[in-house]
């Protein structure tokens, strides 16, 4: 019995350290703070270096073990403590060292965990000649941190502007909140001396406000201050229209109100009782208040002898059929004077030139004034055809032929532009010694009927001027043709 006994325990003493069982038992602190940053721990167990690198010395272990951590944290949720490369947290140890059978590490918490509160997982990762080993976990948990009794907190406004609505001042609105560290909410009560909505005078008023809970209160105060940045409405009367030959004395009224003050009385420049020039005169017209904010007003007066008559330039447009042009023209006159022109604005006008009389007439007067129409025709007639009868002699018998021409003519302002067309030359591909045309009317001409031997045949170009009333004229040719023989 004391031999295998014996044989029992020096097997236990030739045992590697690998084949102790791995733990980690502890992790000391295992609770912080949430934003207590800064933070370390020691872990505490069995077989918890790598050996990689060689025994368990002050840098191997450093080198061959990291930790992994796992928790609440968005990038911490997928935790696998068999793939390390794969962790989304792992971090190095801080050193630690071996005590017998005990290994200690230190480890630093990671600020990012400290900021969120809840549990988190730590494995130990050791790094072995034969691979990975994952150790644990143990937790820490962050917590917020308990509140520590204190007064309410109470916030007021820096400062509170209102405008004024009437002489007694304004009704004014405000907030102000308060926070307990003690009770739940509706907590803390608040108190103030003014309430929002009450009506505060003109000037400035301190509002004194207390925030009250089970353990204590806080007292803050502000400004409300009521000013009267508003002017006063200036009402002056409409544009003045005086006739007269000369300048003129101009009275008027004007009058202003304040929505503090009320009544206030106004200086216009020029003043009522005046004497106004001939022509328009601005009336400038100005109102303060208590508070000096101004008010301002303006209107015209106007001395006249009589309206101003605006005529446009004269005019010339292109007539448009036989009648003229219909042209339409714009005339204005001052003193809101009644206008006639004749013609009027959009009558036909004819071809020619027109004087267009204007007359303006006012409470202060006539003014007339004239100006000229022309309607012009620069656009020659359109020749759309134009034939010659017969347009082939034959025989070739050396006989003058009659020829006569027909013209399709028309002009958009002479309807008679047809008879003033007429043949103005005749010219021929085969000039000869003797005679071989002559015009005999507006549009009628002898042709010679006769031809060379030799060649195609002779051909006459004879050229027709259409001209309008205006002058403007327009050509157009016509052949006729001797031909070599019968058949062409």
């Known amino acids: 019995m004391k031999h295998a006994a014996l044989v029992l325990l020096c097997l236990f003493v030739l045992l590697p350290v690998s084949a102790v069982a791995d733990s980690l038992d502890s992790i000391t602190p295992s609770s912080f703070f949430q934003f207590d940053i800064e933070q370390s721990a020691t872990l505490t167990g069995v077989n918890l270096f790598g050996n990689v690198l060689g025994p368990p010395d002050d840098s191997n272990i450093i080198l061959s073990t990291s930790l992994q951590v796992c928790g609440p944290l968005t990038s911490l949720q997928v935790c696998d403590p068999t793939s390390p490369f794969t962790q989304q947290f792992t971090q190095p140890i801080d050193g630690g060292f071996r005590s017998g059978t005990t290994d200690t590490i230190f480890m630093a918490i990671s600020d990012s965990t400290l900021a969120v509160p809840g549990r ?52 004014v609105q405000f907030s102000v909140t308060g926070i307990s560290f003690v009770d739940p909410p509706p907590a803390p009560t608040i108190v103030c001396d003014h309430n929002s909505g009450d009506l505060f005078p003109l000037g400035g008023t301190t509002v004194n406000c207390t925030a009250t809970d089970s353990f204590g209160s806080a007292s803050a105060s502000f400004p409300v201050f009521v000013q009267d940045t508003t002017a006063p409405v200036v009402t002056v009367p409409s544009d003045i229209l005086i006739a007269s030959q000369t300048p003129a004395v ?40 208590e508070q000096d904010n101004p008010g301002f007003g303006q209107f015209n007066v106007t001395v006249s002898n009589g309206p101003v008559l605006t005529l446009p330039s004269n005019i010339s447009v292109e007539c448009t059929s036989p009648a003229g042009a219909a042209v339409s023209f714009t005339v204005t006159a001052t003193d809101n004077a009644t206008i006639d022109c004749t013609p009027a604005s959009g009558s036909t006008f004819p071809l020619g030139t027109t004087t267009d009389n204007c007359t303006a007439s006012a409470s202060t007067g006539t003014t007339s004034g004239s100006f000229t129409v022309a309607v012009v025709d620069t656009t020659p007639p359109t020749i759309s055809s134009i034939t010659a009868t017969p347009n082939s002699l034959w025989p070739p018998n050396k006989q003058m032929v009659p020829v006569t021409v027909a013209v399709s003519v028309t002009d958009v302002c002479d309807p008679t532009v047809g008879a003033s067309c007429t043949i103005i030359s005749v010219s021929s591909n085969e000039p000869s010694h003797s005679p071989e045309w002559q015009i005999t009317g507006p549009l009628q001409v002898s042709l010679k009927a006769d ?38």
Not at 260 to 271: D, H, K, L, N, Q
Not at 451 to 465: A, F, M, P, W
Request: charged letters at 15%.
């Open 120 to 171: 988190y997982s730590v494995t130990v990762i050791a790094t072995d000649t034969t691979g990975y080993r994952a150790i644990g976990p143990v937790y820490y948990d962050v917590v917020a941190r308990p509140p520590v009794p204190q007064n309410p907190l109470i916030s007021v406004p820096e400062v509170v502007l209102a405008e004024a609505t009437s002489a007694d001042g304004a009704t």
């Open 250 to 289: 101009v009275t008027f009224t004007v009058s202003a109100v304040d929505a503090i003050a009320g009544s206030v009385p106004v200086t216009c420049s020029p003043e009522s009782g005046s004497t106004f020039p001939l022509g328009t005169t601005v009336v400038t017209c100005v109102a303060y208040d």
């Open 451 to 488: 031809r060379r031997g030799s060649g195609s045949g002779r051909v006459y170009l004879i050229t027709v001027r259409c001209t309008d009333a205006s002058g403007n004229a327009t050509t157009r040719t016509v052949v006729v043709t001797v031909p070599h023989d019968q058949g062409n």
